[in-house]
């Protein structure tokens, strides 16, 4: 049997789905399990995973779309650049994303220069081929902050520089556990972004908060396996820390892109989408690299406008915190879909909205 269907084997699948029936029956309480990570929906909702589950044990994305959480004041500097004659270089998740008075897709049919690239060396490249001003709009979690550090350090052109939106979910993990709507019993964390970080990242927010997490993988065994591990934790009354993927992810991570983001970036707070202001959640460029920030090279004035009022009524926020689920919108399926969407969490291919329409949520 190859690696891959290994870890999609429907024997293997089965006798961990009966193991957490049992533990379910030796916690006898309902368990809300939270993840971080829309590939982790992704995956849960392709296979089906929720319909095997046992009575009782529930799964909900948390905020892991980094194009979902990212503000739409961000999204509005970014358009601002564009409109303003810059080069304004992004990953195709953010292209369709609505600022407040449109995005950058909108702003580019109106004759802005947007270009859609696929790491943050492409959007280098292009700066080195361009006499304009390029800005790099840079967005997501450890994962992509890695490369962009990495690219800061390598000394790119005099004409690029970086809107920074990245951000860092562990503190964003700390307020979804504080918000009184949310009853989450413990989490399943994010493989990839582990990689970078290591697992041990989530000693301290076990201890401060006496929930167990998980770092889990990306096929069907790997979350039925991290599942597992939570629900053995919470059998037991414990609030441990496991590593379920560890093909992938070690204690100490990639302590080289550890390195380059500690020097690249400071962490600040910020909004992110409809969630909260979240301290230390938000990377923004160290005072050394600040001849590359964007925000201190240009007067990045967004033009002033109302919000949609469709736009009002988007429940992303509240789905990215977990606390409802997209078939509770309105809108969902009817006046916003993938191909004119309303909120960030059906544009993305890790936002919830998207998976759940494509491969249907809860069942
Ligand atoms: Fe927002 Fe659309 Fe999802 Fe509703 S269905 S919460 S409008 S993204």
């Known amino acids: 049997m190859s690696e891959d269907l ?5 024997d293997a699948a089965e006798e961990l789905a009966a193991d957490l029936e049992e533990l379910m029956d030796r916690i006898d309480d309902p368990v809300e399990i939270m993840h971080v990570c829309g590939s982790h929906e992704q995956v849960i909702a392709k296979f089906g995973l ?75 490249d292009l700066a ?42 562990p503190p964003a993990m700390e307020v979804v556990a504080e918000m009184p709507d949310t009853d989450v019993d413990g989490f399943l964390a994010a493989g990839h972004a582990a990689t970078i970080t290591g697992y041990g990242l989530f000693e301290e927010f076990v201890d401060g908060y006496d929930l167990p997490v998980v770092v889990g993988g990306f096929e069907p065994i790997d979350v039925l396996y991290g599942l597992r591990k939570l629900l053995e934790f919470l059998a037991e009354g414990e609030d441990g820390l496991a590593n379920a993927y560890p093909r992938c992810v070690t204690r100490e991570g990639n302590e080289a892109a550890m390195d380059a983001i500690r020097e690249v970036f400071d962490l600040t707070a910020g909004e992110w989408r409809g969630i909260a202001d979240i ?9 050394a690299y600040a001849e590359y920030d964007a925000r201190e090279r240009f007067d990045i004035e967004p033009v002033e406008g109302d919000v949609d009022p469709l736009t009002e009524q988007c429940l992303c926020g509240d789905i990215m915190a977990g606390t409802t689920s997209p078939e509770e919108c309105d809108l969902f399926g009817d006046e916003c879909t993938p191909s004119n969407p309303v909120g960030a969490c059906m544009v993305s291919d890790e936002g919830t909205c998207k998976i759940h329409l494509e491969y249907g949520g809860r069942p």
């Open 6 to 10: 290994k870890f999609r084997d429907p």
């Open 279 to 287: 301290p230390d959640a938000n990377f923004v460029l160290s005072d």
């Open 50 to 124: 929720r319909s095997m589950l046992p009575e009782g044990l529930s799964i909900t994305m948390g905020p892991g779309c980094p194009v979902c959480v990212t503000d739409m004041p961000e999204v509005d500097e970014a358009v601002a650049l564009a409109e303003d004659g810059k080069v304004v270089a992004t990953y195709g998740d953010m292209f369709r994303v609505p600022g407040t008075r449109k995005s950058l897709a909108d702003a580019k049919a109106a004759g802005a220069s947007v270009e859609v690239v696929y790491s943050a060396s492409e959007a280098v």
């Open 128 to 169: 080195a081929e361009r006499d304009e001003e390029v800005v790099f709009f840079a967005t997501g979690f450890e994962t992509t902050a890695a490369p962009t550090a990495a690219i800061l350090q390598t000394g790119p052109p005099e004409n690029f520089s970086v809107l920074s939106a990245h951000k860092y979910v």
